[in-house]
């Protein structure tokens, strides 16, 4: 006799579409799960450290608190993973996961998330926040012939210079790569910089954005990328797919010591002297 097994998938899984393993599943209501605040290269010094990085924002947890309606909670629970900018055009703030793989294969990034201002103003501010975005910080593993840092970046432009623009971009530009300290074992380059971002092929796309400073709603990511072979293989945002094929990711020599490094990042950038905030609900990394 043949014994059918069912496969239950658990509710909070179930708003997404993971690969076969789940290599980690954050929902925020069980706090920041080593998230953690991206902290530039130091060496003998915290002087040491690029500029750009000496003033990066952490994530904190947050019940989307709002002066007028109250505690909105994420998506599906209380809290969210937040990341608010300081109140100064240009500043960032960002979230990352650090972890390794065991199988260079296919990965899927999936999350729920939205972005807004800080409701400072009795009016829209839909083009306060310059931009919301996600990269992976991979390097290949030590057994691989030529192997490389690969960091796939993608944002959405949404304003610059208080301009509505609203189109995905990606950055394969490598930003100058600089020794800190003397031991020749710590580098450092701020890849996040504004110039180099290129436009996504077919990449404007309108989001939906809610009549007052205070409403949010929340839109579903998926990003799949091959580590086996460094490249993009598909980029979703809410119904919107875009084609990848001849998309880049920035491309580095190895590091003496970041074999197999699988790290993933939010981020978000304000475009005025206020704070901007991005809130991630929940986010699966999964792979075959």
Request: aromatic fraction near 12%.
């Amino acid at each position: 006799m043949t014994t059918q097994q069912t496969l239950i998938i658990p509710p909070d899984l179930s708003r997404f579409e993971p690969l076969p393993k789940i290599l980690f599943f954050d929902d925020f209501d069980r706090g920041l799960q080593g998230w953690t605040g991206l902290i530039g290269n130091y060496e003998g010094s915290l002087n040491s450290m690029l500029p750009p990085y000496r003033d990066l924002r952490p994530p904190q947890l947050s019940n989307l608190t709002q002066w007028d309606t109250g505690s909105d909670g994420s998506l599906n629970g209380t809290y969210a993973m937040k990341l608010a900018t300081r109140a100064r055009s240009g500043s960032f703030a960002v979230g990352i996961k650090r972890a390794t793989f065991r199988k260079a294969g296919p990965v899927r990034l999936e999350a729920y998330f939205t972005f807004k201002p800080e409701a400072s103003e009795l009016k829209l501010s839909e083009t306060d926040v310059r931009a919301v975005g996600v990269l992976f910080d991979l390097q290949d593993g030590d057994s691989k012939p030529n192997p490389y840092r690969v960091m796939p970046h993608l944002r959405y432009l949404n304003a610059l210079n208080g301009e509505a623009v609203g189109k995905w971009q990606f950055k394969a530009r490598r930003e100058e790569l600089l020794d800190i300290g003397g031991s020749g074992k710590t580098k450092s380059h701020f890849h996040l910089a504004a110039e180099g971002w290129e436009d996504l092929p077919g990449g404007g796309q309108k989001l939906c954005y809610n009549e007052i400073a205070t409403k949010q709603n929340w839109y579903y990511l998926r990003l799949d990328f091959d580590l086996a072979d460094m490249k993009f293989l598909r980029f979703q945002c809410n119904d919107r797919v875009y084609d990848m094929d001849s998309v880049n990711a920035m491309r580095i020599p190895a590091m003496a010591n970041l074999w197999c490094m699988l790290n993933t990042v939010f981020f978000v950038e304000t475009d005025r002297d206020k704070r901007a905030f991005l809130y991630v609900d929940s986010v699966v990394l999964s792979g075959e």
